[in-house]
């Protein structure tokens, strides 16, 4: 689909990254239908109107050893007050809704791994993956009754193929805890420092979120500003 110009943009990004020629298919829904929503000086963004997921297109991703270098500079560890509280802004009230014995998957986890270890201090066991610092593939093969992706989901390319694992990897009645930052409005984003980050490459608002549980079957439960749980039927 060619670009259209009566999109909205904002006008003080037209002298900014070169966009494709074309908007690229949705990562999340693969919709053809999305438009140039924002342009800065680094990349070009683009929002889905079936979706409303907002994605940077492939030719401004970074390759593997890039993305890795930056996740390298991350400084992540149990005794960060400051990180423990990050974290428990999703970690707290999953445990409220999580059955004795639950059995979780911290997916993404991270060099430091910080979330399971908190979560072993209440008493849930989980395990650890993550592409970098934790790839252990067979525990893509089990079934755990949540799993959390804390600032994870707006680094994976594959919205689609990312879905379609955790949903195999949730057993019913299982909870998808998910933290990221999401998007408000077109005007809020051109100031959006998380945009900035260049390892961030998908973008959900609550209407990406209520497509995705609606597709899925699950149900959608808004926990704060950054964090959402998605549950699936039991």
């Given at each position: 689909?060619?670009?259209?110009?009566?999109?909205?943009?904002?006008?003080?990004?037209?002298?900014?990254?070169?966009?494709?020629?074309?908007?690229?298919?949705?990562?999340?829904?693969?919709?053809?239908?999305?438009?140039?929503?924002?342009?800065?000086?680094?990349?070009?963004?683009?929002?889905?109107?079936?979706?409303?997921?907002?994605?940077?297109?492939?030719?401004?991703?970074?390759?593997?050893?890039?993305?890795?270098?930056?996740?390298?500079?991350?400084?992540?560890?149990?005794?960060?007050?400051?990180?423990?509280?990050?974290?428990?802004?999703?970690?707290?009230?999953?445990?409220?809704?999580?059955?004795?014995?639950?059995?979780?998957?911290?997916?993404?986890?991270?060099?430091?791994?910080?979330?399971?270890?908190?979560?072993?201090?209440?008493?849930?066991?989980?395990?650890?993956?993550?592409?970098?610092?934790?790839?252990?593939?067979?525990?893509?093969e089990r079934?755990?009754?949540f799993v959390?992706?804390?600032?994870?989901?707006?680094?994976?390319?594959?919205?689609?193929?990312?879905?379609?694992?955790?949903?195999?990897?949730?057993?019913?009645?299982?909870?998808?805890?998910?933290?990221?930052?999401?998007?408000?409005?077109?005007?809020?984003?051109?100031?959006?420092?998380?945009?900035?980050?260049?390892?961030?490459?998908?973008?959900?608002?609550?209407?990406?979120?209520?497509?995705?549980?609606?597709?899925?079957?699950?149900?959608?439960?808004i926990v704060?500003?950054?964090?959402?749980?998605?549950?699936?039927?039991?």
């Amino acid at each position: 689909m060619s670009l259209n110009a009566s999109d909205p943009q904002d006008s003080a990004t037209q002298a900014a990254a070169p966009a494709p020629a074309t908007a690229p298919t949705c990562p999340l829904c693969h919709g053809m239908d999305s438009y140039l929503f924002h342009r800065d000086k680094r990349r070009a963004y683009f929002q889905c109107r079936r979706c409303q997921l907002v994605s940077v297109p492939a030719g401004y991703h970074l390759s593997a050893a890039e993305e890795k270098a930056e996740y390298d500079k991350h400084d992540n560890r149990l005794d960060d007050p400051g990180y423990r509280r990050f974290l428990a802004r999703t970690l707290s009230p999953l445990l409220t809704r999580l059955s004795p014995g639950a059995r979780g998957l911290d997916f993404g986890c991270g060099e430091g791994a910080v979330l399971s270890r908190m979560a072993q201090e209440a008493g849930f066991e989980m395990s650890n993956y993550d592409l970098y610092y934790a790839r252990h593939d067979a525990l893509l093969e089990r079934s755990y009754d949540f799993v959390t992706l804390t600032e994870v989901i707006e680094h994976v390319a594959d919205a689609a193929a990312l879905l379609t694992l955790l949903d195999g990897l949730l057993a019913r009645g299982g909870i998808l805890a998910v933290m990221t930052k999401r998007v408000l409005s077109q005007e809020a984003f051109g100031r959006w420092h998380y945009k900035n980050d260049p390892t961030h490459i998908n973008f959900y608002s609550v209407a990406s979120f209520e497509w995705l549980a609606a597709q899925l079957g699950w149900r959608l439960e808004i926990v704060e500003a950054d964090v959402v749980f998605l549950h699936k039927p039991g």
